[in-house]
């Protein structure tokens, strides 16, 4: 006598499982990314050239503080900017560079500057294209404020 395994009995098969039909929608996927990429670069593209102008604009802010800095302790103010940034146009107020020695504590001096920023991204000149504005062709101009009151 022959021992054999207990093994349960199979279960009588169903009906056989309908075959599904495939569409063909292999086109589908690559037609869905053609539609989104155009937004997805756009963003993209946005975050690279916004970051690039945001760093350029905390570089003119500390430009103008320290030139300002600079212009109330009669130092040379275009040096002082030159170290931040080279580059970066400088214009004063009031008409003096520099505070006097003898400077009222209420007499503030006022530093600008200013400097030429253009996006690297193809979206600088599509922004360009839709806005018809022929002013800007080498970009626009970042500028920053520095105020500091005379030392005296």
Same mark, same amino acid.
């Given at each position: 006598?022959? &021992?054999?395994?207990?093994?349960?009995?199979?279960?009588?098969?169903? /009906?056989?499982?309908?075959? =599904?039909?495939?569409?063909? %929608?292999?086109?589908?996927?690559?037609?869905? !990314?053609?539609?989104?990429?155009?937004?997805?670069?756009?963003?993209?593209?946005?975050?690279? %050239?916004?970051? =690039?102008?945001?760093?350029? +604009?905390?570089?003119?802010?500390?430009?103008?503080?320290?030139?300002?800095?600079?212009?109330?302790?009669?130092?040379?103010? +275009?040096?002082?900017? %030159?170290?931040?940034?080279?580059?970066?146009?400088?214009? !004063? #107020?009031?008409?003096?560079?520099?505070?006097?020695?003898?400077?009222?504590?209420?007499?503030?001096?006022?530093?600008?500057?200013? +400097? /030429?920023? #253009?996006?690297?991204?193809? &979206?600088?000149?599509?922004?360009?294209?839709?806005?018809?504005?022929?002013?800007?062709?080498?970009? !626009?101009? +970042?500028?920053?404020?520095?105020?500091?009151?005379?030392?005296?």
């Amino acid at each position: 006598m022959t &021992l054999r395994p207990c093994v349960p009995p199979l279960p009588p098969s169903a /009906s056989p499982r309908p075959k =599904r039909v495939r569409r063909p %929608d292999g086109g589908a996927a690559a037609v869905e !990314f053609a539609i989104i990429l155009p937004l997805l670069l756009a963003i993209v593209f946005g975050i690279i %050239d916004f970051g =690039r102008m945001m760093a350029n +604009q905390i570089t003119l802010n500390e430009a103008a503080r320290e030139g300002a800095r600079a212009a109330a302790f009669n130092q040379p103010v +275009q040096a002082q900017v %030159d170290r931040i940034g080279p580059g970066i146009t400088v214009s !004063f #107020s009031p008409s003096p560079t520099a505070c006097p020695a003898t400077a009222d504590p209420s007499v503030n001096v006022v530093v600008t500057v200013y +400097q /030429s920023w #253009s996006p690297i991204t193809p &979206l600088g000149p599509i922004l360009k294209l839709i806005s018809n504005d022929s002013s800007g062709a080498n970009g !626009f101009t +970042q500028r920053a404020k520095g105020v500091m009151q005379c030392s005296g």
